[in-house]
T-cell receptor, first 114, second 113 residues
Framework: AQSVTQPDIHITVSEGASLELRCNYS??????LFWYVQSPGQGLQLLLK??????LVQGIKGFEAEFKRSQSSFNLRKPSVHWSDAAEYFC????????????FGSGTRLLVRP | DVKVTQSSRYLVKRTGEKVFLECVQD?????MFWYRQDPGLGLRLIYF???????EKGDIPEGYSVSREKKERFSLILESASTNQTSMYLC????????????FGPGTRLTVT
């Protein structure tokens, strides 16, 4: 069965430091991959997505992610974290038996130290 | 600006009550979703609708039903609320098409006592 793993439940970084959030998926073919962010008290917002092509994807708010097929990973990165980036981040993969259903990871909560 | 609204941010109900959670989107989206969000489990799909009066079960439909009488409105119904349905409920909508972006509402935190 398809699955998405976010191995880090919590991550704390200092403001201005770089960030990498890990995501691994299980899937046989080229997956549809997504990162969503949930700020406190808000719904989820799409940061970026990968469908095909260039494996380095740029998103909103200065985020990027890299698809690595050999590692079954789609890690999210940001070169310099701002206090407003404190939120929960969800990686998701499109189900191969559907054109709309997503499988979400369990989420990583990012804390930002001043 | 796109908008998905949910009728309540917080709701407290008693065991056995019938509970209605309402979701409205103003983007003329065909697809609408109901998810349940629990710590450590991420989001799990309860039900999906791709058109008025059309619905599909998601991964955890037991104990829930849905109604979509108008394109912009998608309701989640707990026929007889139980304590294990205490959770955050998120509604989302998207355009029809392959994995189009889902737009989420702010969520309803339901507590069943």
């Amino acid at each position: 069965a398809q699955s998405v793993t976010q191995p880090d439940i919590h991550i704390t970084v200092s403001e201005g430091a770089s960030l990498e959030l890990r995501c691994n998926y299980s899937y046989g073919a080229t997956p549809y991959l997504f990162w969503y962010v949930q700020s406190p008290g808000q719904g989820l917002q799409l940061l970026l997505k990968y469908f095909s092509g260039d494996t380095l994807v740029q998103g909103i708010k200065g985020f990027e992610a890299e698809f690595k097929r050999s590692q079954s990973s789609f890690n999210l990165r940001k070169p310099s974290v701002h206090w407003s980036d404190a939120a929960e981040y969800f990686c998701a993969v499109g189900r191969m038996d559907s054109s709309y259903k997503l499988i979400f990871g369990s989420g990583t909560r990012l804390l930002v130290r001043p | 600006d796109v908008k998905v609204t949910q009728s309540s941010r917080y709701l407290v109900k008693r065991t056995g009550e019938k509970v209605f959670l309402e979701c409205v989107q103003d983007m003329d989206h065909e697809n609408m979703f109901w998810y349940r969000q629990d710590p450590g489990l991420g989001l799990r799909l309860i039900y999906f609708s791709y058109d008025v009066k059309m619905k599909e079960k998601g991964d955890i439909p037991e104990g829930y039903s849905v109604s979509r009488e108008k394109k912009e409105r998608f309701s989640l119904i707990l026929e007889s609320a139980s304590t294990n349905q205490t959770s955050m409920y998120l509604c989302a909508s998207s355009l029809i098409g392959t994995f189009n972006e889902q737009y989420f509402g702010p969520g309803t935190r339901l507590t069943v006592t």
